[in-house]
């Protein structure tokens, strides 16, 4: 059996900035997880910080809207009827939108408890993210605990993915998975701008042998 690699992104909050990176995405052919928070979403407005519920269905086709919980509380300090409401709302919200499942998330300020990933279960997650970069390329073992490869600020972004590019798949499949906020790029700093992710996107993108997948298509991989 021949293993494979693969790249996918996963990008928080649903910010107005979504809007630039998504057509850099589309440009360069890589497919990003979008964590929205639909208890902040407008139903209808285009000058809305956060992109509307009328505007997410077609701004992010191609890629796949997840949850990231309805209102962005720290999940771990809410009682478990609180949990499921969180993850259940705004899974509701979403896929009225999506039109499809929405079983992915990412942890609000990256925080959890083992309540939180068991609630998380029963909602019929099946994949969540954590900001623990591992600075790696190893496929989880719970994907309740989805621990990313890096944030794209990194200063080391650049070297780990010419060593992803240049490894062989030899004892399973590998994955490259960088995460962030779209916002951050307005930073302008040296490893947190829309010229640096531009950079990281061309470096990583095109490559004969990688797959750009979002977190679905990572998951649903045959
Ligand atoms: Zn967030």
């Known amino acids: 059996m021949a293993f494979r690699k693969y790249v996918t992104l996963s990008y928080d909050d649903g910010p107005k900035h979504d809007r630039r990176f998504v057509a850099m995405l589309n440009e360069y052919g890589v497919k ?9 979403m407008p139903d209808d407005d285009p000058d809305s910080w956060y992109i509307s519920k009328a505007e997410a269905a077609d701004l992010y086709r191609g890629h796949e809207i997840a949850t990231h919980s309805k209102n962005h509380p720290h999940l771990e300090t809410l009682p478990r009827a609180e949990i499921t409401e969180q993850i259940m709302d705004d899974r509701a919200a979403l896929e009225a939108i999506a039109g499809y499942p929405v079983i992915g998330h990412a942890y609000p300020f990256g925080s959890f408890s083992n309540t939180v990933v068991e609630v998380l279960g029963e909602c019929g997650i099946r994949y969540a993210r954590t900001v623990r970069s591992t600075k790696r390329f190893g496929i989880p073992e ?12 990194a200063p080391e972004v650049f070297r780990l993915i010419d060593e992803f590019l240049a490894a062989e798949p030899t004892d399973g499949d590998m994955l490259f998975y960088l995460w962030g906020h779209t916002f951050e790029f307005d930073r ?13 996107l061309k470096a990583i993108s095109g490559k004969p042998g990688v797959e750009y997948v979002t977190n679905l298509g990572f998951f649903e991989r045959v």
Do not use: A, Y
């Open 142 to 153: 719970n994907p309740l605990l989805l621990d990313p490869t890096c944030h794209h600020r």
């Open 188 to 200: 302008n700093e040296e490893f947190n701008s829309w010229e640096h992710i531009d950079r990281v």
């Open 32 to 40: 990003c997880t979008f964590n929205l928070i639909s208890g902040s």
